[in-house]
């Protein structure tokens, strides 16, 4: 198993404003991905981050709205752009710890997730 | 386009067999697989079908049919604290997750 966490844990902002959210893991990982998820909704993918590497987005988000940091393989950071009201929204992170090579594996872990509000 | 769809909501009580379906439309796919959630908390991973057939995994086993684009969790014994959302989750081009709509379960005494 793994330990992931985020920071913060949830954050009032003012629209206009940018928030970055932290997310470490315990042990090193090549794969971590960021979601979006509304209250009794489903998760949305926004990004995966490999380390060394640019993030690769999925379609309705973009690098100029969300830009993803992964400095080393423990850490990533989403920086969530000026705000509006509908980025009110769960932020959450993840990790892969799949087994290199094994494709009959397949499992990721979250973090706590970041419940954000903009006002 | 892709899309994982799953019934909204199913209820159940003590000791009862639910079966949660997910009929999915991706491209690049890889395997199916579960996650839980209860409320407030993040998703915790249930099990990964990477081929057709049955996985059983304690009183949880899900069940994967490619050519059907199909598959479901089912859920033995159920007790109160299985009381939480259900996602399935399409695995696309071997490294990301696609989620499904969810499934809230309620378990009732």
């Known amino acids: 198993s793994a330990v992931i966490s985020q920071k913060p844990s949830r954050d009032i902002c003012q629209r206009g404003t940018s928030l970055t959210i932290q997310c470490q893991v315990d042990s090193q990982v090549t794969m971590m991905f960021w979601y979006r998820q509304q209250p009794g909704q489903s998760l949305t993918l926004i990004a995966t981050?490999?380390?060394?590497?640019?993030?690769?987005?999925e379609s309705g988000f973009v690098i100029d709205k969300f830009p993803i940091s992964r400095p080393n393989l423990t850490f990533s950071t989403l920086t969530v752009s000026n705000m509006s009201p509908e980025d009110s929204s769960i932020y959450l992170c993840s990790a892969d710890f799949s087994p290199l090579g094994l494709s009959s594996y397949n499992e990721q872990f979250f973090g706590p997730g970041t419940r954000l509000t903009v006002l | 386009g892709q899309s994982l769809e799953q019934p909204s909501e199913v209820t159940a009580v003590e000791g009862a067999i639910v079966q949660i379906n997910c009929t999915y439309q991706?491209?690049?796919?890889?395997?199916l697989s579960w996650y839980q959630q209860h409320d407030g908390g993040a998703p915790t991973f249930l099990s990964y079908n990477a081929l057709d057939g049955l996985e059983e995994t304690g009183r949880f086993s899900s069940f994967l049919s490619r050519s059907d684009s199909y598959g479901y969790l089912l859920l033995q014994e159920l007790q109160m604290k299985d009381s939480a959302s259900y996602f399935c989750?399409?695995?696309?081009?071997?490294?990301?997750?696609?989620f499904g709509t969810g499934t809230r379960l309620q378990v009732f005494p």
């Open positions: 981050a490999n380390q060394g590497s640019e993030a690769t987005y």
């Open positions: 989750a399409a695995l696309e081009g071997g490294d990301k997750l696609i």
């Open positions: 991706t491209s690049g796919f890889y395997g």
